[in-house]
């Protein structure tokens, strides 16, 4: 069913010369275009592999379907299908799924309205019954019409070899109408259009090199370029004729029946088809065979009958359907159906596809435009326009319009027929707009900012709204919720909406937990509102340190970081922003080290991408010591807080927070804390700074008695002794009285330094007393057993070097038990210094002790050669041997040997050398011979070869 077209022999591909039944239109925006495609080439390559083209990329109303390699500039293009729109040299289209070699797919784009949609489904061996093998691949967005100058299939005549296509390609149609996924499964099983009950324009089923002719309803003719062959690689189809008469299934039923509007019919099930025809009967009597039949007045009251027929070569079977009564003609009128009161859209940019649907009476229309109006119903704020794309048919209309940002909204639809307004509806009592979304996850705090538990007494703006559980809902007076809900509008300019889904007593462990009704409902209410959200407000955290459930500051950070990314999985919005809202203090049964590792843990997670951190450690608490109070101080405050930090974060790319503390030094009982600010640029007060816990080594408290601002990034503390550690706002319920806040706009405490802050050690260590040192001629051993080491903490190792440009080296666990380290390989007779010195655990080291001993010298060997011989190369001794005298030694190597001390003796202090001794030649033949030396000490040496005589 496919043919193979291979790159290396450029150019081979199927054309057509430029006909009218080429274009793509624009309207009707109804179309379809399938290929199958089995992925048998190179898959690797610069550039795409082009299948179906009008004409070159890049120029006006060009279609281009191309298949992008390994190579594509993108991870989300590689091994996918492409296409490419007039103007545009980049895809509008990329399909959702790699291909790989050995892949064999139907694939389907598609468009309705200016909707493009890509599905595929695998060639199937077995007839399908549903479309469930159809998998969705894509969508995108077209308006204008493509009309290209002729049609190319395999690659286009004008392309490169690089460019042209690798793979095998068949059943190319293109079809003035839309498949169903069950239609594009039969499809893919081998079913030929016309079994269907359709018609394609143009249709190349391409069943071998040689079979590429027109099999579509208009007079194209394909000619074919280059040695295309049969594919190895050809969809196994499932599906062959049968001889059996078509099986049907029910009965076909008749859509509308009205005078002057056209009747359609949804056909009853058949296999085995080869193709379907249909009789249309009014009171009995044909009158007409066409797909769709139009009632004339004198039909009115009759009884309409359409009589499904399905045909193969074995033969015909029909069914009728149930008889219609035809109405007659009714007056034009158009209706809005009731929408969803109260609600806001999550825009997308600044516009949000919003669903419209209604009815309509009389002539059909051609289209439906909308209407937007101002709250009081008679204001328009957006004038009429077309619902794109929206879908008309007996009697009933709907279309998903993109709404501009703004509201609230009323609205109403007119029908018409080309130009002429055939009807109005009335204005739409549903207020609703198009803005941003928050939603709000966690326990407590964020459960009771929408209700009077956090103040009373507020008035909402007139574009805020709520959703829970219960639906969209207006504001009333009650909950902090409605200032955030205020603050994000007027910093966005656009309808807000607050999404409620806090739980009281929830746990973080709960709001991770898959399973658990925290998550799911609060999924589900995301998806109610459409899926796409502005950001996310978190509170929790209390209720896993009231119930011991903290292990430790990493994990909880790394809970909060589980639950963050499954939100941003689940709304697939990666860099969704994300608000912490700090744990307040809690003065009822928290325990202390929970508390800071919760606090700290919101810290450390605050400082993520897209993720901002909001303290409450000041604020007021209620009487219950676990939430804050109503008044002025307490939630409303923490709602104002959030609206200047998120607010500036989501809308401005301004993260704004406290200052933070970055170090601490203590001189004796003197201490400076570093801050550094990030959100103002100094803080108060200037005196009388609270929240500051000092502790000894023990971890008893010491008294601090003052604490002052000593500049914009220090504060000074004096303490009654020195101490080891530092806190700030420790605690589930520290003692905040005057805490530091910033000088910006808006007053941010300083961020809390739960876990302690140990004093900077910036005394080093000291080491006294004297090295000691044994020598060799070639190594030196230095020892520290006599030196004394302190430091106000602790020392930790010694390090030690040689030379005085030498690297210190840490001694070894070793080393440190022998307290000595020996340096080798020295030269003999040489000084060398040597410096030991000790390092604390700060990294502070102390001043060093020094040595320079000196290497012992080299010993005197005297060695004394007492014979010589001659032997053969095998080691055989000569028979002359006696009458080798003694010579001399000579030509010595190298000269750190001394003069020779008497005939055969020479003194050596070390290493090797080149001995010579003269042979004469009237003793031996000439030839090769071995020299052997003997010492006294019997040591014999083998000599290199020599040459007698020759």
Known sequence: MTVKFNRALANTYFSAPDHTGLTIPASPTTWALGIVVCFDGLTTGDNPQYLVSTKSTGQAGAFNLAYLTDSAATAAQRNRLAMYFNTLSTPTLVTANDNRAGDKWLFVFQQTGTTITVRRCPILAVMPTDGSAVVADGTAERNAALDGSGLWLGARANLTADRMCDQSIGRVFFMADTLSDLEVAKLAHGMEITDLGKAALWYARLDNADDFSNRGSLPIAFTKNGPITTSEAQPAFGYSASVAKPVMSGAPAIVGGQVGQAASYTPAGASNSAGRTQEWYVAGVLVSSASTYTPAAGDAGQDLVVRQIEANAAGSVSADSAPVAIAAVATDSVDLAASIAERIYQRIGTSAAVPFEGAYAGTKPTSIEYQLYAEDGVTVVRPWGVIAGATIANGVWSGLPSVPQGGMYRRAVRSKNGSIVLATSAVGAELFGVGDLFAYAGSSSAEKRFDSTSGTGFVAAANVRKYSSAGWAKFGTNGCGIIEANGFAQKAGVPVGLIDYGYGGSTLAQWITLTHARWTNFRNAINAVGGKIAGVLIFVGSNDAADNLVVSRAQH??????????????????????LISGFNRRTSST????????????????????????????????????????????????????????????????YRRGPAIVGMTIDGTAGTVQLVHRNGSDFTPVAGITGFVATDAQGAAIEITAAVRVDATRIGLTF?????ALTYLAGAAPAVGTPVFDNGATLLPMHAQAEPLAAADTTAPTFQGELAASVTADSITVSWAGAISADNVAVVRREYRIGAAGQYVAATAAEEGSKSHTFT?????????????????????????????????????????????LASRDGTPHLNLASVDWALFRNLSPASFGAPLAQGKYSMVSGSAVFEITVPAAVVPAGEYMLILAESNGTMTLASPIAVGQ
Do not use: K, W
């Open 557 to 578: 950070a790394a809970n909060l970081r589980t639950l963050i990314s499954r939100i941003r999985a689940h709304t697939e919005q990666p860099d969704l922003p994300m």
């Open 591 to 654: 325990a202390d080290a929970q508390a800071n590792f919760v606090r700290m843990a919101e810290n450390d997670v605050g400082n993520d991408e897209d993720v901002c951190h909001v303290q409450t450690l000041d604020l007021l608490l209620s009487g219950d010591g676990v939430h804050l109070s109503t008044a002025a101080a307490g939630f409303p405050a923490s709602a104002n807080r959030n609206v200047a930090v998120f607010g500036a974060f989501v809308y401005d790319g301004v």
């Open 825 to 869: 390989n020295l030269a003999a007779g040489t000084a060398y210094q040597i410096d030991v010195r000790c390092v604390d655990s700060s990294g502070n080291v102390s001043a060093a002790l020094r040595i320079v001993p000196t290497t012992s010298a080299a010993p005197v060997v005297e060695v004394n050669y007492v014979r010589c011989m």
């Open 720 to 724: 009654a002794s020195a101490p080891a």
